[in-house]
């Protein structure tokens, strides 16, 4: 059984910088396809980032493109999202997301394929 535990997050200005971290425990994740979400009150959960096993492929959303990175160390079993320039309406609670199975290239896009979750934690983005 894979436990995803997040850290980081927070309340930060608009235009500053956070980070948010997802460890895995109870088994290596090097071929698992991880990937973002976030859901703000009301709103419906949405894709955020993937990165893709290997870590050679990276997929963001539309909203985000530009301003946030993801990155995964397979060897401290963590992945990463960087996020830049941060705008209020990037507040909600993000969540890592991991997929049992996948090819060393897949990009996890749809909540309903993840298999694993973290606890979510809050970004908030306000003056």
């Known amino acids: 059984q894979v436990q995803l535990v997040q850290s980081g997050g927070g309340l930060v200005q608009p235009g500053g910088s956070l980070r948010l971290s997802c460890s895995a425990s109870?088994?290596?994740?090097?071929?698992?396809?991880m990937s973002w979400f976030r859901q703000a009150p009301g709103k419906e959960r949405e894709f955020v980032a993937a990165?893709?096993?290997?870590?050679?492929?990276?997929l963001y959303a539309d909203s985000v493109k530009g301003r946030f990175t993801t990155t995964r160390e397979n060897a401290k079993n963590t992945v990463s999202l960087q996020m830049n320039s941060l705008k209020p309406e990037d507040t909600a609670v993000y969540y890592c997301?991991?997929?049992?199975?996948?090819?060393?290239?897949?990009?996890?896009?749809?909540?309903?394929?993840?298999?694993?979750w973290g606890q979510g934690t809050q970004v908030t983005v306000s003056s």
């Open positions: 109870g088994r290596t994740l090097p071929d698992y396809p």
């Open positions: 990165v893709s096993w290997s870590g050679g492929r990276t």
């Open positions: 997301a991991a997929k049992a199975s996948g090819s060393r290239y897949y990009l996890l896009r749809e909540a309903s394929e993840s298999n694993y």
